[in-house]
């Protein structure tokens, strides 16, 4: 009976997160909506663009950045390099109307300080520099900030097309997860921001402590504990290109790692200081344990009695066995439609049970997080 619970509860919170909470997110999203007013306004806006080691894109990103629909004398453009080595520095210094902050390695944080330290706009445009950016992307975001109620304003990443199914399910993703950050934004706010586009007053800004992993959250949560709504703008994008299953699995093990430290620094997000409690742990503490839900199914279905336990098993046994052979299938094959997003689902899972381990190793470490 035991054994039963166990799976029941393991089975019901996976469940829960993946399809019941979208749903009751969207109910509310239908009935209790809260639209932002929006106007063209002109404020002066400093872009913080802090990179390492960038001069494959810091040439079309920055090309990117002054072809924006926004008047140029209300831009101030910062580029904080994070002690490059390459020719970053001076492809940053061929354009006349960029100021280039050089600062020692100290990661991205105490990089992104000295920029907004050194910024005199009254919004700061964070963006990175791999993505380029919409024509349109910073006026779309300002034109919120017409608002008061609005503190952060983040824009939508474009995912294009990939050649491969497995890139293709990464962006199956990314979908469905824009599609809840979508509602969030609709009934109130969402958790945190694009990194590669994203828009906040200026007064709103607070120190990045040395080490903050997710920047995009630890910002734009400062302005919502302060009242401020933090909403997502999919009219403003950015674009970027796909990546392999490998480059999500460390990226993801970083930013879900992150959102450990963001519990840390906001202790409030877990309880009723947080007016939007239930997302937050529904949806990013949901997902940090969703791994462990996996595992209490598994472990638990040796117990069960037959013939569940015989079902449970097999169908695990299964579910896993097409998530690991689908590395070895070739494109194109009829199969691979059903495992790649399998895979996927357990690389993802698998990211979030490694994300743990920043409990006890330092944060360096997850900028660098080997392949899995």
Known sequence: MTASILFLIGAAFLLYVLFGYPVLLAVRARFFSRPVRRAQVAKTVSVLLAVKN???FLRAKLQSIFALDYPRELLQVLVISDGSDDRTDAIAAEFADVALIRVPAG????ALNAGIARSTGEL????????PLAADSLRQLVSCFSDPQVGVVSGELIILDGKTLGEASVGLYWRYEKWIRSRLSQIDSVMGATGCIYTMRRELAVVLPAGTLVDDMYLPL???????????????KAFDYPTPLDAEFR??????AGVYQIIGAYPQLLGPANRMWIDFVSHKLGRLLLPYACLLMAG??????DPCRTFALAGQGLFYALAFVDAW?????????LTSPIRTFVVLMAAAFCAGSILFLPHDYFWKVPKR
């Not at 445009?125 to 993505?131: E, G, L, P, S």
């Open 124 to 131: 700061l445009f964070f963006t990175d520099v791999r993505q």
């Open 300 to 305: 638990s279905s040796f117990w069960l009695p």
């Open 107 to 110: 990661g991205k944080a105490l």
């Open 251 to 256: 990226r993801k093990v970083r930013t879900l």
């Open 329 to 337: 299938l070739p494109e194109g094959f009829v199969w691979k439609r």
């Open 222 to 236: 400062a302005a919502f504990f302060r009242g401020y709504r933090v909403i997502f703008d999919s009219s403003a």
């Open 54 to 56: 960038g001069q494959k």
